[in-house]
């Protein structure tokens, strides 16, 4: 195998035109010189100068490995200068995928905060519920993945790293004239008769399951993954829903009323990635960011 300093040297001999000139040049000594020119030789399988007296000149194999050494140098150096810039954050890529709610809440000021500190870095995002998020990243087509749960699947996240943000709680929502619009909060078996409008698949199950642990199943006339449209459908008095309060809050609901609900529904927000991933510092420093919008 060539060796990037044994090409060095083979520059700074075919440069000078001798060890002893050569080895002033890269500061080190003559025998040092000779010693990595009888490595790169052996590398390369053949005789790379010619020595006569006290000249010395290039085989036909020796100027043709000069020739590329420029090359190689100069590409090893460009890279050398780049892996520095993104392990000091001058650099850097980021591919994040995010959920909607998340994407219109946490990732904004998070993103922004990360340009500010670290303008070299760029990252990308693109949206995708878990989980199908996971997914992603698990098959290398993102870097880090917004996700949620509710509860704790044991496994579910056993191999990524984990990063807990925040508790999102599940908010009522209600058309403005139903009449417990003006409740302080409603409990989830007052809406048994009601027409539902669900939310995602992975929301759509945990509505389900509570009200069925409240004794109901709930009547499912619309289901849409797009929170606007939930809100809108409330607003228009077709139906009532449960949705995140970071969805609640990312969007103005017009003619609906937002209502806490009992029991009490939780999800854990998290942001997840792979463990070498994690040592990548610009993902490192994406991962920071969304802790800290979080914990606003």
Known sequence: MIEARHLRVLRAVSTTGSFSAAARELGCTQPAVSQQMKALEASAGTTLLIRT??????????????????????????AEEEVAA????????????????????LVPGALAALRAEHPGTR???VEAEPPR???LLREGDCDIALAFRYGTTGGEWDDLVVRPLLTDRLIGLLPEGHR???????????LADESWIAGCPRCRRQLVEVCEES????????ATDDYPAVMGLVG???GVAVLPELAVESVRPKGARAVPVEPVIEREIVALTLPDLARVPAV?????????????
């Open 53 to 78: 007296g006290r000249e010395m000149r290039l085989t036909q194999a020796g100027e043709a490995l000069v020739r590329h050494a420029a090359g190689i140098l100069a590409g090893l150096t460009a």
């Open 284 to 296: 490192a420093a994406t991962l920071d960011q969304l802790a800290r919008t979080a914990a606003r």
């Open 215 to 222: 004794g109901f199943a709930p009547r499912i006339d619309f």
């Open 236 to 238: 228009a008095g077709l």
């Open 123 to 125: 990252v990308s995002l």
């Open 133 to 135: 998020s996971v997914d």
């Open 86 to 105: 993104i392990a000091g954050l001058r650099a850097g890529r980021v591919r994040l995928v995010s959920f909607p709610s998340g994407s219109s809440t």
């Open 180 to 190: 417990l619009a003006e409740a302080s909060s409603v409990a989830i078996g007052e």
